[in-house]
């Protein structure tokens, strides 16, 4: 089946650093790759959508500057937290959509969870 | 206004019985796909089921069924026999039309626990 990693899962920084997170789809190509956020005990929101080759679209409200996102190939996405902040703490979640599957099913990485000192 | 709502926050079950989780949905497009995920302690979100907007039948999977009501939109995930690995979160999406670019909407969760 599809498999998604994310690196790292635990990461705990301090304030003011840059944190960098990869997202990599194993065995498919993944055009488009999503970012989520997901609060203790909350649902996910969607951070951005992630297009291979272009400039990521980012959702209302979400920093383009803080979360700097790049997708280089059709197997890997990345997520950088810059300037992190304690609210920045969080369970930081990628999926990629397989652009073999007619369903646009999404494949979720493992999730990281984020905690800036 | 939400374009997942899930009523239910929580529920326990009796293992060995089966569950319905409710989801209802609001989209203008006609093509639209609905997911339900399961979530357990461990973070990481596995998929579980998928109903297309034009699909007839319902869709199932082993253990899981999505009792698909279009006309009232609501698209509940029936779990039967259920397991003590059943508990987690689980999390109704909905991805709307193309136009959209395929974004996952998720609702609010509901946490099952399944009793012994």
């Known amino acids: 089946g599809a498999v998604v990693s994310q690196h790292p899962s635990r990461v705990i920084c301090k304030s003011g650093t840059s944190v960098k997170i990869e997202c990599r789809s194993l065995?498919?190509?993944?055009?488009?790759m999503f970012w989520y956020r997901q609060f203790p005990k909350q649902s996910l929101m969607l951070m951005a959508t992630?297009?291979?080759?272009?400039?990521?679209?980012?959702e209302q409200g979400v920093e383009k500057d803080k979360f700097l996102i790049n997708h280089a190939s059709l197997t890997l996405s990345t997520l950088t937290v810059t300037s992190a902040h304690p609210e920045d703490s969080s369970f930081y979640i990628c999926?990629?959509?397989?652009?073999?599957?007619?369903?646009?099913?999404?494949?979720f990485g493992p999730g990281t969870r984020l905690t800036v000192t | 206004a939400q374009k997942i709502t899930q009523t239910q926050p929580g529920m326990f079950v009796q293992e060995k019985e089966a569950v319905t989780l409710d989801c209802t949905y609001d989209?203008?497009?006609?093509?639209?796909?609905l997911f339900w995920y399961k979530q357990p302690s461990s973070g990481e979100m596995i998929f579980l089921i998928y109903?297309?907007?034009?699909?007839?039948q319902n869709a199932t999977e082993g253990r899981y069924s999505l009792n698909f009501q279009k006309a009232r939109k609501s698209a509940n995930l029936v779990i039967s026999a259920s397991q003590l690995g059943d508990s987690a979160m689980y999390f109704c999406?909905?991805?709307?039309?193309?136009?959209?670019?395929?974004?996952?909407?998720f609702g609010g969760g509901t946490r099952v626990l399944v009793k012994p």
């Open positions: 989209t203008s497009d006609q093509s639209y796909g």
């Open positions: 109903q297309g907007s034009y699909d007839e």
């Open positions: 999926s990629a959509q397989d652009r073999g599957r007619l369903t646009y099913e999404q494949y």
């Open positions: 065995d498919f190509q993944a055009t488009t």
């Open positions: 999406a909905m991805r709307e039309g193309r136009a959209a670019g395929n974004k996952l909407t």
């Open positions: 992630s297009n291979e080759g272009s400039k990521a679209t980012y």
